[in-house]
């Protein structure tokens, strides 16, 4: 069987993890965990309208988000549900980069980490396959970093021209 996919895209870096987070992307069949964000819209009505276009969650203080990891053959399938707002994503390796695939996006990171956490750097943004200039394509950034029972977490989507779409901060905690 093949490693978990985190494992396989960050070799020995891996090792370097907080144990709650090594745990949780080392399942070879993925797991659940819970929390609560903080998720944050951008501040005009047109942030509000392409955010709620796109399937996003809505903004809020106290939002519970569920997790749910499935591997997929060599990749994984996320279900985040923010307060009855699901978002569900693909991961997998593709040429040593982390490829997530929301809708017809597909996002490239590399990722980062050391035993704070591990960090999610927008490499590239792809349309229904055509890869979109940096100056037109959206892009996501991402911080995890090491809490007490489980991890704490920063995300951000950012759209040319309007700037920051929506973000969510908050933690998680394993669950299964």
């Not at 396989?8 to 069949?29: Q, S, W």
């Not at 809505?58 to 990891?69: F, Q, T």
């Not at 979109?132 to 021209?161: C, D, F, H, K, Q």
Request: with cysteine.
């Amino acid at each position: 069987m093949d490693d978990p996919l985190y494992r396989r895209l960050l070799g020995e870096e891996f090792e370097k993890l907080d144990p709650a987070l090594r745990d949780f992307h080392g399942r070879p069949r993925g797991g659940e965990g819970s929390g609560i964000v903080s998720v944050r819209c951008g501040p005009g009505f047109h942030h509000r309208l392409l955010a709620r276009a796109l399937g996003l969650p809505r903004p809020g203080e106290h939002v519970r988000v569920a997790l749910a990891v499935t591997v997929d053959g060599g990749g994984e399938i996320w279900t985040r549900s923010f307060d009855g707002t699901t978002l569900r994503t693909i991961q997998w390796a593709e040429e040593g980069l982390l490829a997530e695939r929301a809708g017809s996006a597909t996002f490239r990171f590399r990722l980062a980490c050391d035993a704070g956490g591990m960090r999610f750097h927008h490499h590239d943004t792809t349309i229904l396959g055509m890869r979109l200039p940096r100056t037109i394509a959206p892009s996501i950034s991402a911080t995890i970093t090491a809490a007490e029972r489980g991890w704490n977490l920063e995300v951000i989507l950012r759209v040319p021209v309007i700037g920051e779409l929506l973000s969510y901060r908050g933690y998680i905690v394993p669950t299964s």
